[in-house]
């Protein structure tokens, strides 16, 4: 069994996803790789394969897509980055390093020693988010929304969450919690995407982080 699977989540991510998982297999511990694709329109399963990873088709949106890669990995760990560029080899490595004694290991852009180069729009857009579930939600880590982390498995495969977009990472939290896992926190840098647009949709995606406060408040 292998100690790492590195599940990346992808829609159209060529150019961007091949250089990710050639520095990760640097940075990282003989991993397997699982690019769980939404059908990208570009070279995105093509590049993932030619670098060995295994792909696979989901269309069912990010959150559905990141539970199955942890659901079809087999390995004790699953890290879980975003493919665009966003987030580094040498990030990952420190949530790999910090793992003893944890369930859970949440990259941070608002721990010590994190940060985010992306636009100031988004900076504010998460540390509202932060501000926003710390009061309302309790989750036992500050960076609600990031996707960078690390998960114990077993822990995790089994996750009961209502979530479509990114408002599964505060769901994951407050299973996590549930389920009394031990969370790290450690800082990472966030950057700008690679190549390719910006798909954020902040008015779908900002509803759907409020429904989820809704749905775990007070936990
Ligand atoms: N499987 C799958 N992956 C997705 C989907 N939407 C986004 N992703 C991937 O999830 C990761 C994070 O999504 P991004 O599109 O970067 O989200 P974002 O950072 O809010 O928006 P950008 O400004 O476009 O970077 C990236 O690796 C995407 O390719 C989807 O519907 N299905
Ligand atoms: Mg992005």
């Known amino acids: 069994m292998p100690d790492l699977t590195i599940v990346l989540p992808t829609m159209n991510e060529a150019g961007n996803i ?10 990282l511990p ?11 329109k570009d070279a995105t399963r ?27 990995a087999s390995s004790e760990w699953v890290l879980v980055l ?18 003893d004694g944890a369930d859970l290991v ?7 020693g ?20 710390a009061t309302i939600a309790r989750l036992p880590a500050r960076d609600v929304s990031s996707g960078f982390r690390l998960y114990r498995r077993a822990m995790f495969a089994d996750a009961q969450v209502t979530a479509r977009f990114f408002e599964v990472q505060p769901a994951l939290l407050a299973w996590a919690k549930k389920k009394g896992a031990r969370v790290k926190e450690i800082g990472i840098h966030y950057h700008p995407r690679g190549k390719g647009r910006s798909k954020n ?11 989820q406060l809704w749905r775990l408040r007070g936990r």
């Open 201 to 211: 949709r902040v008015l779908r995606y900002g509803l759907a982080f409020l429904r």
């Open 114 to 133: 994190g940060g985010s180069d992306g636009s100031a729009f988004r900076r504010i857009l998460s540390r509202m988010l932060a501000g926003m579930f």
């Open 82 to 99: 975003d493919a665009d560029g966003s987030h580094r080899a040498e990030d990952a490595r420190k949530l790999w390093d910090a793992r």
């Open 30 to 40: 003989t991993p397997d790789f699982l690019v769980i694709d939404g059908e990208s």
């Open 106 to 112: 949440v990259g941070s852009r608002l721990a010590t």
């Open 18 to 27: 091949g250089p990710l998982i050639r520095a990760l297999r640097e940075a």
């Open 46 to 72: 093509d590049e993932a394969q030619a670098d060995s990873a295994t792909v696979v088709i989901n269309t069912k949106g990010y959150a559905d897509s990141l539970l199955q890669g942890m659901r079809e």
